[in-house]
């Protein structure tokens, strides 16, 4: 495991010479963790856990979520990457770059002179401001996870609080709104913080929508005084390399839920959405993306652990089948959505 600090100069530099440079991504066996670090020759960039603590310490950002894995052995999201690393850190954010790509995480209480949507604002202009700062301008995918995402807070849900807030920092900060927004997911954990991981890189992407949905960031205000601020997916290329960070994906078609308490009809409908992004971004790296690609991971999020099976059995018998598939337990944006998919695709 190795942590080296690059002087500046060197990083502008690799930022000219090595702009294909891309984070490898696993998932890991938490037990497992500190070995396979130990043994790897790649520099460590994030961890993210679900439930879990980790009994080593490691020099990177360590997002720790409460959002109980369903089953099998606990597993470790393990960002690393093949370029030397630099990190930034202060007590609210901690940062990992290597000279093309930026992995963060932020994190923020709320308090009783601090809702919601305060709190998603100071994050995201803070979020921005230090990307800016660092020469990483250009967002590339977004996680954002907070607790009682459905609960009612003084007259309005949270998420829609949340979005609220998030909206007004984008429009103040990020160029080019709403068209550079990225791909992002945004769900309920049991408890902590506001908690955002953010990954960012110093060329732009290709920020994706998807025919069979309305917009997100043009819903109209039956979801809320701002519409949510996201991106169907992002494609990012290289010579080497397409990459697809799918958004959080769910039974929605143009902007109305679909498929009310069935959760096997609300998988089939979300692998649907998934199929026709997947077209989108195949017509924009210009080849076929899905059938060269060589690593997929993805991250089911179930609203109730009851509905488990049965949709990891409509998801078994998907175009998704024999995938890398992470099952958490979490709230979900809409109190009506029972299941939500999100992914990364690499090909190449």
């Known amino acids: 495991m190795k ?8 990083m502008a530099a690799r930022r000219v010479s090595e702009t294909t440079a891309r984070p490898d991504v696993s998932y890991v066996e938490c037990a497992q963790l500190p070995l396979t670090l130990a043994e790897s020759t790649a520099y460590p960039m994030a961890i993210v856990t679900f439930g879990q603590t980790l009994s080593s310490t490691f020099p990177c950002p360590v997002i720790a979520l409460d959002l109980p894995q369903i089953d099998g052995p606990p597993m470790a999201e393990v960002w690393t990457s093949d370029r030397l690393i630099t990190l930034h850190t202060d007590p609210a954010c901690s940062i990992a770059m290597n000279g093309n790509v930026l992995i963060g995480s932020m994190s923020l209480e709320e308090g009783a002179d601090r809702s919601m949507d305060a709190a998603a604002y100071e994050a995201y202009k803070a979020i921005l401001h230090r990307l800016h700062t660092l020469g990483y301008p250009y967002l590339w995918r977004i996680w954002n996870y907070f607790p009682r995402i459905n609960d009612d807070q003084n007259g309005l849900e949270r998420y829609r609080r949340f979005c609220l807030g998030r909206h007004h920092a984008l429009t103040k900060t990020l160029a080019d709104f709403p068209s550079s927004l990225p791909a992002a997911t945004a769900v309920g954990t049991k408890s902590g913080p ?3 991981m953010f990954l960012a890189g110093t060329q732009p992407a290709t920020h994706l929508s998807n025919p069979r949905q309305l917009n997100a960031y043009d819903y109209p205000q039956d979801y809320g005084p701002r519409s949510p601020s996201f991106a169907r997916a992002t494609l ?8 697809l960070y ?3 994906t769910a039974s929605v078609v143009g902007h109305a839920s679909r498929h009310a308490g069935l959760p096997r009809a609300q998988t089939e409908e979300t692998i649907r959405n998934i199929q026709a992004v997947f077209e989108q ?7 076929n993306l899905i059938g060269t690609q060589r690593q997929a991971l993805y991250k089911v999020y179930v609203r109730d652990s009851a509905s488990h099976a049965e949709i990891q059995d409509a998801i078994m018998h998907s175009p998704l089948s024999g995938e890398q598939v992470l099952f958490l337990q979490s709230d979900l944006c809409r109190k009506e959505l029972l299941v939500e998919i999100e992914g990364l695709i690499i090909s190449g």
């Open 281 to 287: 971004a195949q017509h924009a790296a210009g080849f």
């Open 236 to 243: 990012t290329r290289s010579e080497e390399e397409c990459r």
């Open 194 to 196: 506001l908690q955002i």
């Open 3 to 10: 942590l080296t600090t690059i002087p500046p100069s060197t």
């Open 246 to 248: 799918l958004s959080g």
